[in-house]
Every structure is written in C-alpha cells, then in structure tokens.
Nanobody, 115 residues
Framework: QVELVESGGGLVQAGGSLRLSCTASGVVFSTYSAGWYRQAPGKRRELVATITQTAEYVDSVKGRFTISRDNTKSTVYLQMNNLKAEDTAVYYC???????????WGQGTQVTVSS
C-alpha cells in the first residue's frame, strides 16, 4: 500500500552536485518524519539527514547537503553539493510516523563519486 519512489542518483566527479527525490504514496505525508540514509559497500547503513519541522544532519555532510520537503507533492529531497568520494553509497529515503515506528523505505538510488 505504501510506496516510496526514489530518483536522482548517478555518477559525478568529486566536487559535483546531485539532487535526490523521494515521492511517497499511501501515507499522510505531512504528518510523517522524513529522512535519508545511505549504505556503502561493506559498511552499515547510516542516517544522513532528517526533517520534520527542522532539519538535522550527520556531521560528515553538514554544510554540503540540504534536506527539504514539499508536503503538497509528498516529496522529500536531498540536495548534495561538493560531493566527495566518501559519499559513494546507495541512498535510501524513509518516512515514519513516530520515533518508535520503523517506517517505510524507498528502493534505493546509487550515488557514485569519482575522484
């Protein structure tokens, strides 16, 4: 019933930019927290950014990434600037009703940054 569809990944050179999008259906999007996670090969999935009323970021992306949402479109975005090789990962969006709810996940989109 609930679907999250991601887009915007790709291959870029270090210092480049990408914008990821995630559109949700089957939920009242405006009442859910939204976030972006990433998982690199051989590493654990980590939280990159979240947004409810305010935005929060993992230290490694502060000043480079911006999370935003458009509730009229049920979409959350991740603008990624000054990309680094360490940003290479599969990026997943997530929405959840509460902090106790695992929520729902997008299918993942590959971001590859070449140095």
């Amino acid at each position: 019933q609930v679907e999250l569809v991601e887009s915007g990944g790709g291959l870029v050179q270090a210092g480049g930019s990408l914008r990821l999008s995630c559109t949700a259906s089957g939920v009242v999007f405006s009442t859910y927290s939204a976030g972006w996670y990433r998982q690199a090969p051989g590493k654990r999935r980590e939280l990159v950014a979240t947004i409810t009323q305010t935005a929060e970021y993992v230290d490694s992306v502060k000043g480079r990434f911006t999370i935003s949402r458009d509730n009229t479109k049920s979409t959350v975005y991740l603008q990624m600037n000054n990309l680094k090789a360490e940003d290479t990962a599969v990026y997943y969006c997530n929405v959840r009703a509460t902090i106790h709810d695992p929520g729902f996940w997008g299918q993942g989109t590959q971001v590859t940054v070449s140095s």
